[in-house]
């Protein structure tokens, strides 16, 4: 009878089992359904704004919209169903740490959420270009634009900045205030055009975030 325990407790221990109740913090769930009910109400949104407007948009269909309200419905779902409470465990086996399971799970959302970004990216520059008033404005704006985000990337040229942060962090920035009077969709955009025409560089961030710089020498 001992055998038999010592050898059962001696698979357990090469096997390295350790379970361990899978809760999501309550800053994970928040944030999750922050995201997830901003992503339902963009999609609801434009949807609506599809079927409204003239000339048309790109169909909810060529945008994936139905893949990216299935995404949030299942990120509410995940982050609210009391998974400890239905007896869900966390495993390690061997050599296998639930640590790097995380990491490598994060840099695949990191990859999704950047999809999902550049999607959005996509779909504001087709709302603004479809709205000929702000469209006249920007391209009016855009040259002095264009000068001082240059401007303002070369003077922190050691660093990336991605368009909210160059407007928040950089117009509080001596010589740079200018930058806050613009909306942060026409920084990103600006940015863009800057990209094709191979004036600025870019790189994704661990959060899915795209960020701007110039090229180092």
């Not at 995380?102 to 959420?113: K, Y």
């Not at 040229?157 to 026409?186: D, I, M, N, V």
Request: hydrophobic share 40%.
């Amino acid at each position: 009878m001992d055998k038999v325990v010592m050898d059962s407790t001696e698979h357990e221990d090469e096997l390295g089992a350790i379970s361990t109740q899978f809760r999501i913090p309550m800053w994970v769930k928040l944030l999750t359904s922050f995201i997830g009910l901003t992503l339902l109400g963009f999609c609801v949104g434009y949807i609506w704004f599809f079927l409204n407007s003239e000339p048309r948009l790109p169909s909810p269909k060529d945008l994936s919209i139905t893949s990216l309200f299935i995404f949030s419905i299942s990120s509410l779902i995940i982050v609210w169903v009391p998974w400890a409470n239905l007896g869900v465990k966390i495993t390690k086996i061997g050599g296998i740490e639930f640590k790097d399971i995380v990491e490598e799970q994060a840099s695949e959302h990191a990859e999704e959420i950047s999809d999902l970004i550049d999607r959005i990216e996509l779909l504001e520059s087709q709302i603004r270009q479809s709205d000929s008033l702000i469209s006249f404005v920007e391209q009016a704006d855009e040259p002095e634009l264009r000068k001082e985000l240059l401007r303002f990337l070369q003077a922190y040229s050691q660093w990336s900045f991605s368009p909210s942060r160059t407007k928040a962090w950089g117009s509080k920035q001596a010589g740079f205030t200018s930058l806050g009077k613009y909306e942060t969709s026409f920084i990103r955009l600006t940015l863009q055009k800057m990209v094709a025409e191979d004036i600025l560089v870019t790189r994704i961030s661990k959060k899915g975030n795209t960020l701007y710089r110039v090229p180092q020498a």
